[in-house]
């Protein structure tokens, strides 16, 4: 069993190609030289930390920027314009550009950690806070997508019961308890904090192959509560949308009222594609390959198949980290009444510049001007 285990250390020695021939063996033909094993797993799972590295490097540095100032923006177009924070959807809103700013500050942490080739410098602490604050912002989108749609659902199929019921107070409570929910489901990625590996802090790493077996067993607890539960709500609510869009006809009245019909029609159209599409791109990828990928690290499927899995992993978890980019994009095309706020916003904010342009000008000078 010792000469084996000389053989298969020599062989990851000399050449990745000659380790990935050899560990396919099983598990059992080491005996019980347990710390062979688990080198080999630790050497296979982190076979390709350059593909990782330099995919993680290129999407955060496209998103922190994007993700960052269109969250703020959107979360300054809500605040100014006090008439809108009375809607329910209003609020919902806000509360996801707050979760996906929160997260894009995160990002020049990992930008970090990433440009030198997976070594932290920072405290335990805030390794702790990133893992925790990507798993928070996951699934609080999601459960704030999920609110958007059953919100438009009763707006368009029960818009009376929709009034007396989503109102901003009771649509503010339910939000934070989104928040408490997520946060404390998100508690035992707390504990995930900075490894050593190869001489050099690490994070984003479980700290042992045992805890490959914990965040299997998280992984489908999320899976099923923080993706399908409310992923088929929302399958639920376009269904009924959609429904209700191609058999009610209306009442035969004024124009204006086909017209605000036919506004609503559309606006929950663009709600309906737009969410949908982030779901199929941004989470449902990430979810089904991650699930994918902890059964073949656990199982030992062999490193070819775990190494290309993680690949795909590695391309899954930027989509999903992606979506705090898209989610402003759901604001404007969405929501006719963001798009006029925000013109509005941007008047004000114009206009004041030019005030204290023409109050800063000489006396002179504002007396031709008038």
């Known amino acids: ?3 084996t285990g000389r053989v298969l250390r020599n062989k990851y020695h000399r050449g990745n190609d000659e380790f990935l021939v050899r560990l396919p063996t099983p598990p059992v033909a080491l005996g019980n030289n ?4 688990v080198e080999l797993l630790v050497a296979c799972v982190h076979n390709d930390d350059a593909f990782k590295y330099r995919a993680y490097t290129i999407t955060y540095l496209l998103l922190f920027p994007v993700a960052f100032l269109c969250n703020v923006g959107a ?3 809500f605040f100014m314009q006090s008439s809108r924070r009375n809607s329910a959807s209003c609020v919902v809103m806000m509360n996801l550009a ?3 700013g929160s997260f894009a500050l995160t990002l020049p942490l990992r930008l970090a950690y ?3 080739d997976g070594v932290w410098d920072f405290p335990d602490w805030l390794c702790r806070l990133c893992v925790y604050g990507f798993y928070v912002n996951l699934y609080t989108s999601i ?3 999920t609110l958007l749609s059953m919100l438009r659902w009763l707006a368009v199929a029960r818009p009376l019961r929709h009034i007396t019921v989503a109102t901003p107070t009771r649509t503010l409570l339910v939000c934070l308890g989104v928040w408490l929910f997520v946060g404390v489901a998100s508690a035992p990625f707390l504990s995930n904090g900075v490894t050593n590996r190869a001489g050099s802090p690490r994070c984003f790493e479980p700290s042992s192959p045992s805890s490959w077996g914990r965040v299997l067993i998280l ?3 999320a899976l099923v509560l923080g993706f399908l539960l409310p992923f088929l709500t929302i399958i639920f609510c376009y269904s009924r949308i959609v429904r209700h869009l191609t058999t009610s006809t209306g009442p035969n009245g004024s124009n204006l009222a086909s017209n605000a019909r036919r506004l609503n029609r559309r ?3 663009h709600l309906v594609t737009m969410v949908t599409v982030t779901f199929l791109l941004c989470f449902l990828p990430y979810h089904v390959i991650r699930s994918l990928h902890l059964h073949a690290v656990c199982s030992r499927w062999g490193c070819g198949v775990t190494v290309a899995l993680q690949r795909v992993v590695v391309v899954t978890l930027c989509l999903a980290a992606s979506n705090s980019m898209v989610n402003p994009l759901l604001y404007y095309y969405s929501t006719r009444s963001f798009r006029d706020n925000m013109r509005d916003v941007q008047s004000s904010l114009l206009g004041s510049k030019r005030g204290s342009f023409r109050s800063g000008m000489p006396m002179s000078r504002r007396r031709d001007t008038s």
């Open 1 to 3: 069993m010792h000469t």
């Open 75 to 77: 979360l300054v177009v």
């Open 267 to 269: 606006r929950s159209v």
């Open 34 to 37: 347990t710390s062979l094993t």
């Open 143 to 145: 459960l704030f997508l």
């Open 219 to 221: 992984n489908y607890i």
């Open 98 to 100: 707050l979760s996906d």
């Open 114 to 116: 990433y440009f030198r």
